[in-house]
T-cell receptor, first 112, second 113 residues
Framework: EAQVTQNPRYLITVTGKKLTVTCSQN?????MSWYRQDPGLGLRQIYY???????DKGDVPEGYKVSRKEKRNFPLILESPSPNQTSLYFC???????????FGAGSRLTVL | GESVGLHLPTLSVQEGDNSIINCAYS??????FIWYKQESGKGPQFIID?????DKRQGQRVTVLLNKTVKHLSLQIAATQPGDSAVYFC????????????FGTGTSLTVIP
């Protein structure tokens, strides 16, 4: 089944404890992206990648890092999480020439 | 970011009635629009899309209307079913931003049996 897989789905952590949210897609998509979803704000793009070793900032990149060493994986790294990063995170992918994104099921992160 | 908003945050309809969900956008350079459906605990899923050179596009039980004059699009769901209960949001592609998409905040649709 074609899908985007995120892990963990739920995580509670404490301020300053580094964490990584993994994202993997099995569709050979070039484009991958991370979003956060907060009440009343909709989906906001954190980082995106057009292909391996190519990453760019989205609208809200502060406090996040990403890497794209392999085409299928696009992990989101929070080096020192803070409570304002408590949110629902979505990873998504698409073919570079396409428009429609395939989203993962989401990762709900709580930073205490 | 771009301004993509929705007129109503919540909408309740009776099962079998038609639903209309609205979305306003602000950028004249937007050339493509997508409606997504997000069910509780799941990621957004594609419903229907429309290009800016079209006024209307129909799918299975869904129709999207685009009014470029007032920068407004709507999603119409015919014969709404309980399984249609979800958050719906529009996304616009702004052609002069490297084909990036900007998402609205969403309308929560509740179907009353």
């Amino acid at each position: 089944e074609a899908q985007v897989t995120q892990n963990p789905r739920y995580l509670i952590t404490v301020t300053g404890k580094k964490l990584t949210v993994t994202c993997s897609q099995n569709m050979n998509h070039e484009y991958m992206s991370w979003y956060r979803q907060d009440p009343g704000l909709g989906l906001r793009q954190i980082y995106y990648s057009m292909n391996v070793e190519v990453t760019d900032k989205g609208d809200v990149p502060e406090g996040y890092k990403v890497s794209r060493k392999e085409k299928r994986n696009f992990p989101l790294i929070l080096e020192s999480p803070s409570p304002n990063q408590t949110s629902l995170y979505f990873c998504a992918s698409r073919e570079i020439s396409a428009n429609v994104l395939t989203f993962g099921a989401g990762s709900r992160l709580t930073v205490l | 970011g771009e301004s993509v908003g929705l007129h109503l945050p919540t909408l309740s309809v009776q099962e079998g009635d038609n639903s209309i969900i609205n979305c306003a956008y602000s950028n004249s350079a937007s050339d493509y629009f997508i409606w997504y459906k997000q069910e509780s605990g799941k990621g957004p899923q594609f419903i229907i899309d429309i290009r800016s050179n079209m006024d209307k596009r129909q799918g299975q039980r869904v129709t999207v209307l685009l009014n470029k004059t007032v920068k407004h699009l709507s999603l119409q769901i015919a014969a709404t079913q309980p399984g249609d209960s979800a958050v719906y949001f529009c996304a616009e592609r702004v052609s002069n931003t490297g084909n990036q998409f900007y998402f609205g905040t969403g309308t929560s649709l509740t179907v009353i049996p």
